[in-house]
């Protein structure tokens, strides 16, 4: 399978392989979003379920399957685990701040167009001018749907201002992780191995913190339905990040990137129809401002 698809690279097969994959990502990190935040689930301890699970899908993957990585690869593990680490710590610490429906499109949306210019700068990447008004159109639903938060949302009002820096904070993180990771997936001969080892080593480190977390609680929930929890997160977030790596790998990093934030429209259905929280016209309609911007990305590549 390594082989086919690496013969996919820089091909129109190859665009259209990623292009699925970057959706396919989209959908399902809004399914794994709404999991961590949920209504009555620590997004903290989720996360850590979530990791250790596919810690544990990938170990035997990484020691016993996959090419070994060559020398050169075990700083680039390092420099991902730990934008990773910084990432997944911001989003808890935004998730408990904010509503789902508001912390997770300025988070996936400001990602991109910091994602745009890190593919610029490392791979040479550059948008036309119809790409760059579909990432302005994206921009403007993330700024405005910030703003309308901050005029109107009555929910959780005094920690709201908090949830939205840290959301912005972590799209930057989103834009770092994005384009580091793929710089590595694309440095190693077998993608396979950099995804292995990367869930592998990635997902040792939040179990450690959601631990120390649970045993600090007054009532800490029973582990039974926390892991199954964190089963089902960790399917979803090997699948969806190993997609988007590897789509990465395929094509642009930029296109990819922005076509991923589709999510939001994802997000908001599921936060309306699963979490019971109120959208309403007009942010939905901001929210679709983002999702027909990384359209217009798209369709101007």
């Excluded at 086919?4 to 989209?26: K, N, P, Q």
């Excluded at 990585?69 to 904010?98: C, D, N």
């Excluded at 890190?118 to 921009?139: D, H, K, P, R, S």
């Excluded at 922005?258 to 959208?279: D, K």
Aim: a neutral charge.
């Amino acid at each position: 399978m390594s082989d086919w698809l690496i013969s996919l690279e820089g091909t129109a097969a190859g665009h259209h392989l990623a292009l699925a994959l970057a959706i396919m990502a989209a959908i399902l990190h809004a399914a794994f979003g709404a999991l961590q935040k949920g209504r009555r689930h620590d997004p903290w301890l989720t996360r850590g379920a979530s990791d250790i699970s596919y810690a544990a899908i990938t170990a035997p993957l990484a020691l016993f399957v996959v090419p070994w990585p060559e020398p050169h690869m075990w700083p680039l593990f390092a420099g991902a685990w730990a934008l990773h680490t910084v990432y997944k710590i911001l989003q808890a610490m935004a998730y408990s701040r904010g509503a789902f429906t508001v912390v997770y499109p300025v988070v996936r949306g400001t990602g991109p167009l910091f994602a745009v210019i890190g593919a610029y700068l490392i791979f040479g990447e550059t948008f036309n001018v119809v790409q760059w008004i579909g990432v302005g159109v994206l921009l403007s639903g993330i700024f405005g749907l910030a703003f309308y938060n901050l005029m109107f949302l009555t929910a959780a009002r005094d920690t709201l201002p908090a949830a939205l820096m840290l959301a912005f904070v972590t799209g930057l993180l989103v834009a770092s992780y994005t384009t580091f990771d793929a710089y590595g997936i694309r440095a190693t001969a077998d993608p396979f191995t950099f995804l292995a080892w990367f869930f592998f080593i990635d997902g040792l480190t939040m179990p450690l913190i959601a631990l120390h977390r649970w045993r600090r609680m007054e009532a800490p929930p029973t582990p039974g339905p926390l892991m199954l929890r964190g089963a089902i997160g960790g399917v979803l977030a090997l699948l969806s990040f190993g997609a988007i790596m590897l789509a990465t790998r395929l094509d642009n990093v930029g296109e990819a990137a922005v076509l991923r934030e589709t999510s939001t429209v994802f997000a908001a259905l599921i936060g309306w129809l699963v979490l019971g929280e109120t959208v309403g016209p007009r942010r939905t309609a901001l929210m679709s401002l983002i999702a027909i911007g990384a359209i217009i990305v798209e369709m101007g590549g």
